[in-house]
């Protein structure tokens, strides 16, 4: 079987984390024709940290170079057929956690949390309905977990 023919049998979801693994490699070489190319031209953003640490959104608008603040995802998850969490820590003091929606292959919005633990729940399928319960499809596992307090967030997808 040829490699355009595994990429079309690939599962959408998967599809998606190659996307944005395929948008952490160009950002780390300084392809910006390719960045663009992986996101929406009206990419939506959200934030939640301290204001000094919107390191992403200040690489994507070419405010600051991709080396002023290194991402190195340590894990990358596709959730259901349209959500990648990609989540990482620089030091003792930096941690983040990275929500990609994506759109027929891209990249449409963007979620950074910055130094907070983060829950992604399934609040929509009918499971949770009928149960009267959500589904936990994603929980922070940064390295430091016990040595340290951070404020936590849910995500309901």
Wanted: negative net charge; proline residues 6%.
């Amino acid at each position: 079987m040829a490699s355009s023919e595994i990429e079309l049998t690939k599962p959408e979801s998967a599809k998606h984390k190659t996307t944005v693994e395929a948008l952490y490699g160009a950002l780390a070489i300084g392809n910006s024709d390719k960045v663009a190319k992986l996101l929406a031209s009206d990419l939506e953003w959200w934030f939640h940290g301290p204001p000094s640490c919107q390191h992403m959104m200040r690489v994507l608008t070419g405010e600051s170079d991709y080396s002023a603040f290194p991402f190195r995802p340590r894990t990358t998850t596709a959730l259901g057929d349209d959500c990648v969490v990609a989540e990482g820590w620089e030091g003792a003091h930096a941690y983040w956690v990275h929500v990609w929606t994506l759109k027929n292959g891209i990249i449409t919005q963007f979620r950074e949390y910055f130094n907070t633990w983060l829950t992604v729940r399934e609040v929509s399928s009918p499971r949770w309905e009928a149960a009267g319960a959500s589904h936990t499809l994603w929980q922070s596992q940064p390295s430091d977990r016990f040595d340290r307090s951070l404020p936590g967030l849910l995500l309901p997808i």
